[in-house]
């Protein structure tokens, strides 16, 4: 059959109704408050990083005057525009909801956002003396004339635009802008705010936007001028590197000259306040090189990625989440020698719900452990101050062969993994940055140790980062195995990434961009013929984002033989379920709840010999073909059998947090039937933890930790 433009969803209105999905965790007043702002400011996080790279890469189509489109068949141009419309959209609900729901509400918990000019004078005495003596040293007034050129102006960067009158006869008014650097906070915080009325016990917390701040007492900072008007804005900025690896001979370098260009890319997008007066937008839209279609008009605050200040405030814990403590495996609890626990039996851990520290005491205990002659490990993305790097810096100190496989192109994190690879390089550590074209995204370490038996490979295979702070946010599965039919072949791809050897293709490894794609639709295809020959066939995959054209059609060839597919795609989904004759046996859910669903699972039935993979990829091109991934099978049938009933079949009863996708791209949040109790996945396996610690402790529940020990297998 041939697939045409009506079966295929468009990959950025896609991530469109998934930012949406966001927002709608802002919206559910069955949300603790603090919640509900944090998904605010996470709502508008990522609108930002879509404008920097996706807007940015359709603007630059549009410019060229490409017509290229997906199989949705959607020219840039139009794109654009629908773009356009559905961002206008989503961001007048966020704020509606900001304004008419979320401020109310934290106005009666106690934390107020005032506008200056409301405050009593003794307040406004004490900001004004703050803002002289601690704000206005860091503040650069620039004017913009015939003298002075208009500023660049940084991305994602909120500044003032001011228009002044200097006194002088005949003059025509100034305009003037101050940039608020990034060491400055957007909300300022107002001590011993007065009494209020709220009726919980907590004191009463206030703040002012730094915006509202300068712009009351602009008049010290243009002292002689008079103040017409002061308008906030911002500007976003094409924040997408472009590196010709092959022509740079120091890539480190090469990225870190990109990385200062950053905040000097073409403008995307401009947000100005809402009542800003035309001929100040135009002035602005003219010196950004911006077009009426990339203005868009805001109400304070312009970004909310600042209200984290408020949903993180430690005064307030009755309004966020039941607070979190991970669990353990009971085959790998705290302090217990990790090698041993392997040699007995695989291990799977699934995190947040189990703990990642595991897996830091465990290679920090290979650092110093003098039978342990090496360390290989993928480094993706990692923390700040990140404790695994540490101990490799350690181990290799301490003579141990260390290789670490950096990738420094991960977005947004490439100036944290380059000072990473630098301490790592003087430290004696091997550092690869990768293979010449792609990026490193599999997410594999391989221990070597002279056990007393014989010298033995010891992996970790996972679908997350070497990232302790992600690990108690992210949803992901990771195993630990000592078994040679796996190790053998990570020892080897190791010596793939680092350039000595070709891929010779695995047994049981898939490995992109070599055979990934083609082994996973070979299983589809599998799993398609059994079908076709009256065997029961079913796949379940849950995923990050499903775009890749092959994989879609795969998929619709399966349902049309029969196959039924359960689809877990937390974020773009380009498949269109539902579709008479096409996708009828395509159900598709997207679970959005207070972790971040990261795991990727590949389960297929296989008639009744099922085979279950966990692995780094999502099925997008640019992880089938322009990235090392790693998908990974699970062996043991103890494992398999967990993940198959006890872990799939938990996400696909969620009627509380999941949502359905409609053959028209949008999604409709399920609901139990009726009486049918509700479950969220996430909640069901916290619960299930907390149970069994009650269980093994002999504990009152009502004074139980959050989250305990997990089973064993």
């Not at 603007?59 to 629908?82: R, T, V, Y």
């Amino acid at each position: 059959m041939r697939y045409t433009k009506e079966h295929f969803i468009n990959r950025e209105l896609s991530w469109l109704e998934f930012n949406r999905r966001v927002l709608e965790e802002a919206q559910d007043p069955t949300q603790p408050l603090l919640e509900r702002v944090k998904f605010l400011s996470i709502f508008s996080s990522n609108l930002d990083e879509f404008f920097e790279i996706r807007v940015a890469g359709i603007k630059q189509q549009i410019a060229f005057g490409s017509n290229d489109a997906g199989p949705d068949e959607i020219l840039p141009q139009e794109l654009f525009h629908k773009i356009q419309t559905l961002v206008h959209s989503l961001e007048h609900e966020m704020y509606t909801l900001w304004k008419s729901e979320i401020c109310p509400a934290l106005e009666k918990a106690g934390i107020f956002i005032e506008k200056v000019n409301h405050l009593k004078k003794t307040e406004k005495a004490r900001l004004r003396k703050y803002l002289k003596e601690e704000i206005f040293p860091v503040l650069t007034p620039l004017v913009v004339d015939a003298a002075h050129p208009f500023p660049q102006i940084p991305n994602k960067l909120i500044s003032l635009l001011f228009e002044l009158e200097t006194g002088e006869s005949n003059s025509e008014t100034t305009l003037a802008i101050v940039q608020l650097p990034r060491v400055l906070p957007r909300l300022i915080p107002l001590e011993d705010f007065g009494s209020s009325s709220s009726s919980n016990s907590v004191k009463p917390v206030g703040y002012v936007y730094l915006t509202d701040l300068i712009a009351s007492f602009a008049q010290d900072l243009f002292p002689g001028c008079e103040i017409k008007s002061a308008y906030p804005f911002r500007v976003t900025r094409n924040s997408d590197l472009y590196i010709d690896e092959e022509e740079a001979e120091n890539l480190l370098r090469t990225i870190e000259l990109s990385l200062r260009k950053r905040n000097r890319g073409d403008a995307v997008r401009l947000q100005v306040l809402r009542g800003m007066p035309e001929h100040l937008c135009q002035f602005l839209l003219k010196n950004t090189k911006l077009q009426e279609d990339d203005l868009y008009f805001c109400d304070l605050p312009i970004n909310m990625q600042h209200l984290n200040t408020i949903a993180f405030h430690p005064a307030f814990p009755h309004l966020r989440d039941r607070p979190f403590t991970p669990g353990y495996d009971l085959a790998l609890p705290p302090r217990c020698n990790t090698f041993e626990a392997i040699r007995k039996q695989d291990i799977l851990l699934h995190h947040p719900y189990e703990s990642f520290d595991g897996i830091v005491e465990w290679i920090q205990s290979a650092a110093r452990d003098p039978s342990v002659l090496a360390i290989k490990i993928t480094l993706y993305r990692t923390s700040g101050d990140s404790p695994i790097v540490s101990s490799l810096i350690e181990a290799a100190e301490n003579g141990k062969q260390v290789t670490a496989v950096v990738e420094i192109k991960a977005r947004f994190d490439e100036q944290n993994n380059i000072q990473w690879a630098k301490r790592l390089e003087d430290a004696g550590v091997n550092v690869i940055y990768g293979v010449v074209g792609l990026k490193t995204h599999c997410k594999t370490m391989l221990i070597v140790k002279r056990d007393r038996d014989k010298l033995r490979m010891y992996a970790h295979l996972s679908t997350g980062n070497y990232h302790p702070t992600t690990a108690r946010i992210y949803t992901d599965i990771a195993l630990l195995t000592c078994c040679e039919e796996i190790t053998s072949e990570v020892a080897l791809l190791f010596n793939i990434l680092t350039g000595v050897t070709k891929y010779p293709g695995f047994k049981n490894l898939m490995v992109a961009p070599f055979d990934l794609a083609e082994r996973l639709t070979g299983l589809i295809e599998r799993e398609t013929q059994h079908a076709r020959e009256g065997r029961p066939a079913r796949i379940i995959l849950k995923l990050n984002s499903l775009v890749d054209e092959t994989m879609i059609k795969s998929l619709y060839d399966a349902s049309r033989a029969g196959v039924q597919i359960d689809l877990i795609v937390r974020g773009i989904c380009c498949l269109r379920p539902g579709i008479k004759g096409v996708s009828e046996n395509i159900n598709v859910i997207s679970i959005v709840g207070r972790f971040l669903e990261h795991s990727r699972i590949f389960y297929f039935h296989n008639a009744g010999d099922p085979e279950v993979f966990l692995g780094s990829a999502d099925l997008m091109p640019r992880n089938l073909y322009r990235r090392v991934e790693v998908v990974f099978p699970i062996l043991c049938p103890e494992l398999k059998k967990h993940i198959t009933e006890e872990i799939l079949p938990v996400f696909l009863a969620d009627r509380v947090k999941a949502r359905k996708l409609l053959p028209d791209g949008t999604y409709i949040r399920l609901k139990p039937a009726p009486g049918e109790k509700a479950k969220a996945a996430q909640l069901t396996f916290r619960e299930q933890i907390r149970k069994q610690n009650v269980c093994l402790s002999g504990s009152d529940p009502r004074n139980s930790r959050e989250l305990t020990p997990l089973r064993t297998v």
